[in-house]
């Protein structure tokens, strides 16, 4: 019967309290293209909401009061949907984004004169509500786990789930803490030479059993190419690579729970023994 070993091994941790989480991208006049600081901007609230298990996240856009009004609510709903895009392509839920809508013009309030090009440059936006389910929950690494599973008495067909092996969010390479722990597992397989295994690499938060854009390339193959990663850093190691092979499995088996841990890689033994 084949086994599945859980190794919890590495934890997050986040203060963040269960109300609201709000974040705001300005646009230039007339335009639904992200700036490019605003993108950078972006992608670290990202980050920082990573470990938030999220109830649902809405999205809605708008413009400032020039133009007519059938004109901003189509860029409106456009800076709306553009920001909506960025979400699936870093692997957040589409599921979860229960509203994603234009709301057209925000009139324009002046105390002065002077402010009209400020204010306007405020209402010219995307707001992002992130509502959380409960603050994140922290975990522990279990140093003596991970090795007793990875020398212990392995079979053909078991699979080691390497769980909470942090990726940076739509990309294939690890947070420099993961690197810690995956300098372990190679430590580990370089002494046990005689196990072979084949790396699969997940992903979460996609429609059906599509795979995601890595944020690096742009190519819709992020399960594969986090795969490629684990390879390429255990067989610079000194893991040998006649011992390895690594597929993408996209996401064609969500583990079920928050959707956060599919983004996982587990090793497949197909061999033990010289």
Excluded: W
Excluded at 81 to 105: A, P, Q, R, W, Y
Excluded at 197 to 219: L, M, P, Q
């Amino acid at each position: 019967m084949k086994k599945l070993f859980f190794l919890a091994f590495f934890g997050f941790q986040v203060v963040i309290s269960q109300t609201e989480i709000k974040h705001i991208v300005y646009f230039e006049t007339d335009k639904y293209s992200i700036p490019e600081t605003e993108m950078h901007r972006l992608l670290l609230f990202l980050d920082d909401i990573e470990s938030v298990d999220i109830h649902k996240i809405s999205i809605y856009g708008f413009c400032d009061d020039r133009g007519s009004h059938s004109y901003n609510m189509v860029l409106s709903q456009n800076r709306a949907n553009v920001i909506k895009e960025v979400l699936t392509n870093n692997e957040f839920d589409e599921s979860l984004i229960t509203n994603t809508d234009g709301k057209g013009e925000l009139l324009l309030r002046i105390i002065k004169e002077n402010e009209v090009k400020r204010i306007r440059g405020l209402n010219r936006k995307v707001e992002i509500i992130v509502s959380p389910v409960f603050p994140a929950r922290k975990n522990n690494f279990d140093s003596k786990k991970l090795e007793t599973i990875l020398s212990g008495d392995l079979k053909v067909g078991d699979k080691i789930l390497l769980e909470n092996l942090l990726f940076e969010r739509g990309y294939s390479y690890l947070i420099p803490e993961s690197k810690v722990i995956l300098s372990k597992i190679a430590s580990i397989l370089v002494k046990r030479s005689d196990v072979y295994f084949t790396i699969e690499g997940h992903v979460c938060c996609t429609s059906g059993e599509r795979d995601a854009i890595d944020g690096k390339t742009k190519k819709r193959n992020l399960s594969y190419a986090r795969a490629k990663y684990i390879y390429d850093y255990l067989a610079s190691k000194g893991v040998s690579r006649h011992r390895m092979k690594y597929i993408g499995m996209k996401r064609k088996f969500p583990l079920g729970g928050p959707q956060r841990l599919d983004r996982r890689v587990e090793f497949l033994v197909t061999k033990v023994g010289h």
